[in-house]
């Protein structure tokens, strides 16, 4: 199974890389530094180290704090929400020609909720016996 990306967030003392290109918390490059430099770094400061973007030459790491970060995952979430992922969500509905006036007007109601939250419903109707 490929892994799955890790949510944006702190990540500790584990860096898979030895050189670092590092972003302070005001948005400043400091530049490429080693790991270890750049540990010290948020330790001095009392800071996070956060994984921006992993596949730069080399991978770019940002000092935040922890409300930074708190914040961006606020602003991901919201992103997230407001753009639904590509790709068609198909919702299927079958019901025989028989179905209970109660049953059709729950089922009709289940089927708006789906057309408003833009997935393309497919209805079967199957004959009654």
């Given at each position: 199974e490929p892994?799955?990306k890790a949510?944006?967030?702190?990540?500790?003392?584990?860096i898979?890389?030895?050189?670092l290109?590092?972003?302070?918390?005001d948005g400043?490059?400091?530049g490429?530094m080693?790991?270890?430099?750049?540990?010290k770094?948020?330790?001095?400061?009392?800071?996070?180290?956060v994984?921006l973007?992993?596949?730069?030459?080399?991978?770019v790491?940002?000092l935040?704090t922890g409300?930074?970060i708190?914040?961006?995952?606020l602003?991901?979430?919201e992103?997230?929400?407001?753009?639904?992922?590509a790709?068609?969500y198909?919702?299927?509905l079958s019901?025989?020609?028989?179905?209970?006036?109660?049953?059709?007007e729950?089922?009709?109601k289940?089927i708006?909720q789906?057309?408003e939250?833009?997935y393309?419903?497919k209805?079967?109707?199957?004959?009654?016996?």
């Amino acid at each position: 199974e490929p892994k799955k990306k890790a949510a944006f967030g702190s990540v500790g003392r584990r860096i898979p890389y030895r050189i670092l290109h590092v972003i302070n918390q005001d948005g400043e490059s400091l530049g490429n530094m080693h790991r270890a430099e750049a540990l010290k770094l948020m330790d001095q400061h009392d800071l996070k180290l956060v994984l921006l973007r992993e596949n730069a030459e080399p991978p770019v790491y940002r000092l935040m704090t922890g409300q930074q970060i708190h914040e961006e995952q606020l602003r991901r979430a919201e992103t997230k929400k407001a753009n639904p992922k590509a790709g068609m969500y198909v919702k299927e509905l079958s019901f025989s020609s028989a179905i209970a006036k109660n049953d059709l007007e729950t089922k009709t109601k289940q089927i708006s909720q789906w057309i408003e939250k833009k997935y393309h419903v497919k209805v079967t109707i199957r004959q009654a016996k």
